[in-house]
């Protein structure tokens, strides 16, 4: 059964891709295999260069799925959003899943804040692995990693119970 990390920020262009691609490569030099899940709130279109699934592709992952209202790739068309437990089912074999978004699930998240672009912690304490950030938060009892350290955030994830 795959181990889930939920990935999320409170906006947009804090880094989750980049760090996403980091995290992948290092459990991938550790010989674990990857699959993502990239939450869209809009109408996506699918692996054009540059674009996130594209570079999950990129950095390794062995299978990549993608969910909007209205589409899911692995391609197939939807009438409507399909769970994230059905999307983590279809690829449960693989030793970690990295789910992009889903900032409401009930998976346990690392939460990315960089200080530029960041606002607030939006995880409740009981549900953050740790806080991934580009500055010291000081947030007491929550585990802070640096958001370029990819080997910490690699070993956290490898030892945590989820």
């Known amino acids: ?56 592709r990129k950095a390794g992952a062995e299978a990549v799925v993608i969910s909007s209202k209205s589409k899911m790739a692995m391609i ?17 074999d693989y030793d970690f899943v990295i789910v992009e978004g889903y900032k409401k699930s009930s998976y346990k998240k690392i939460e990315v804040f960089r200080s530029a672009v960041s606002t607030e912690i939006i995880t409740p304490k009981e549900k953050l692995i740790a806080v991934a950030s580009d500055i010291e938060l000081n947030l007491d009892g929550v585990l802070e990693v640096n958001i370029n350290d990819y080997k910490s955030l690699a070993n956290i994830v490898e030892e945590i119970d989820l």
């Open 1 to 56: 059964m795959a181990k889930v990390i939920n990935i999320i920020a409170c906006k947009s262009n804090v880094g989750k891709t980049t760090l996403i691609e980091g995290l992948i490569k290092e459990l991938k030099l550790r010989g674990h295999s990857v699959a993502t899940i990239k939450h869209d709130a809009h109408d996506f279109e699918i692996d054009k260069e540059g674009k996130d699934t594209w570079r999950h």
């Open 76 to 92: 197939k068309e939807i009438k409507q959003e399909i769970s994230l437990d059905e999307l983590i089912n279809l690829v449960s």
